[in-house]
């Protein structure tokens, strides 16, 4: 057992648990119900850390990523559907990313934001070429955990906790009027779907084969899901309480990223105000690279192409190639003048109308025992493998039409 | 008929096993997935798996459903390659060659990338 490892495993996973969804849903999720959207960020942590913990254990037992699986086992032509959806919405949430670095970088610059675009898509196609994967996780996870001031300004701006511990228990509060209803139960499956995200799952099973993960690397699996990313989760909560405690009271949706900042500000200064538009940098940077690859690794696991970050460019050319692709697709999309915001918005509700297709195979695989052996699933994950399946299923069932009775939760 | 008491044959079973999966060669480098899988011979006689056949050009034959017959219609039209079985090493669970990628198959658009992206500095 290598602790060090594991160590660094799940402070990978906490720095790299906020991208620009949980940045702009929760803020919102805080400013428009206060703290009672904070439940949904329970089942979300939940649901990512159980099905990323069975994903990597398929890929270290099995050898085998996630689109491998959603084509063996989803058959081809539902395979190739679910490929298609999933290159759209990943190459939205991507744009999304790389609009998030764009905005930073003109806070901290002042240069024009078209100008920060090509920036952005630049200094990630640059990482992505240079860094090997184990560092590409490394270094933006570890930057990512700038964002931990968010923690304190949290704790500074005194939340009433008794408040707080009530917005963990599931609820539906009932002073909301229809219009107000349909808003709040699309912030549900928003603040959800914004943590379970596709993407996250296809990049952390290849991660897995990228590492050349074996059975003996399971616990480094199961500590870095489990632990990191509920530990990542309070980032998400903290963002809660800062737009509950600074927006709500003025009756503010904050629309622009650099609202979040606007807490740290608030609390510790110009110091405050760095340290947090570093952690939104180096988090949206990480989910940026994440995004393009996953995008590319899908493609590849779909189409049986060699892939991988372990390699060089030249050994895997249509892989290296799709993340190029993508990459510059995002830049265009953002040159258009769309905001970034509005595509997260966007990328996270049709991601989860995705989600079954992508995370049902893992569940099958995950209990199979002609690829998994003795390490299929225990009792205790597989009623919550199924628990999570109805609750991802029932989301992607409403999430369309929540979109539109709510106006995009704007009601 | 009564169907309960029909068993496969465990050669059969295997053939879904096959089907969708990895191909890897002996270098480790994966080169496609399978496609397909020929068999020979007729009613009546035994059936005999000889090949799995890898390319996105045979997708049209095996499905017939309006995605793939639209997907297949954007992608280059590549003449699938047979492969004999003798060629597998192991399945376990991916399908392990005993020859390389190159033995088999490289197209000449990735040919033209590798040469491309090996002529950026950090790319070979």
Redesign the interface.
């Known amino acids: 057992m290598n602790f060090l490892d594991i160590f660094l495993g799940v402070l990978t996973a906490v720095g790299g648990f906020i991208d620009i969804s949980n940045l702009v849903f929760n803020t919102q999720a805080g400013a428009i119900f206060h703290y009672s959207l904070l439940w949904p960020i329970v089942i979300g942590a939940i649901g990512i850390a159980l099905y990323s913990e069975m994903a990597g254990r398929i890929a270290a037992v099995a050898k085998k990523p996630d689109f491998d699986l959603i084509r063996e086992r989803m058959g081809f032509p539902l395979g190739m559907t679910t490929l298609i959806a999933s290159l759209f919405i990943t190459i939205m949430t991507c744009a999304a990313e790389i609009g998030g670095i764009a905005i930073v970088l003109r806070l901290l610059s002042a240069l024009p934001y078209f100008f920060t675009i090509l920036i952005a898509g630049l200094i990630i196609l640059l990482v992505l070429w240079l860094l090997k994967f184990k560092w590409l996780e490394r270094v933006f996870g570890f930057l990512g955990l700038f964002l931990l001031v968010l923690i304190l300004v949290a704790f500074n701006l005194h939340p009433n906790l008794k408040l707080v511990g009530e917005g963990f228990i599931p609820q539906i509060p009932s002073h909301l009027s229809p219009p107000h209803l349909f808003s709040y139960l699309y912030f549900v499956i928003g603040v959800i779907s914004s943590i379970i995200m596709p993407y996250n799952v296809f990049f952390y099973s290849s991660g897995g084969i990228e590492e050349h993960w074996t059975a003996k690397d399971l616990l480094t699996n199961r500590v870095s899901t489990y632990v990191g990313y509920i530990f990542g989760s309070v980032l998400a909560v903290a963002l809660t309480i800062i737009g509950a405690i600074i927006f709500h009271p003025l009756g503010i949706q904050p629309q622009l990223l650099n609202s979040v900042a606007l807490g740290s500000t608030i609390v510790f200064g110009k110091i405050g105000l760095i340290m947090v538009l570093l952690g939104i940098l180096f988090a949206v940077g990480g989910a940026a690279v994440e995004t393009s690859l996953a995008g590319a690794y899908s493609l590849s696991q779909f189409f049986g192409w060699h892939w991988g970050r372990y390699e060089k460019p030249s050994k895997t050319p249509f892989f290296t190639l799709t993340w190029i692709i993508i990459i510059v697709i995002a830049v265009l999309i953002l040159f258009s003048g769309i905001n970034p915001v509005s595509i997260t918005q966007y990328a996270v509700i049709f991601s989860i109308v995705a989600l079954p297709f992508t995370y049902i195979p893992i569940y099958l695989v995950s209990n199979d025992k002609f690829y998994m052996g003795k390490y299929v699933n225990g009792r205790i994950t597989n009623t919550l493998g199924i628990v999570y399946l109805i609750i991802i299923v029932i989301c992607a069932v409403t999430a369309l039409p929540l979109f539109f009775l709510s106006q995009g939760g704007s009601t | 008929m009564n169907t309960k008491k029909y068993k496969q044959p465990e050669e059969l079973l295997l053939l879904p ?1 096959l ?5 890897m060669d002996k270098d480790g ?5 399978v496609d397909d899988i020929a068999i020979e011979g007729k009613p009546g006689q035994k059936l005999i798996a000889t090949n799995i056949i ?1 390319g ?1 050009g045979n ?1 049209h034959k ?2 017939r ?1 309006i ?2 017959r639209l ?1 297949v219609w954007f992608i280059p039209h590549t003449t699938p390659r047979q492969l004999p079985l003798a060629k597998i090493k192991r399945v376990d ?2 399908i392990e060659l005993i020859c390389s ?1 190159e033995e088999i198959y490289i197209s000449s658009l ?1 040919k033209k ?2 040469s491309v ?2 002529h ?1 500095p ?3």
């Open positions: 096993r089907l969708d999966c990895q191909i480098m994966r080169c496609g997935k890898v996105v997708w095996r499905k459903d995605f793939s997907f669970p991916l990628k990735e990338i590798t992206l090996s950026i950090g790319g070979k």
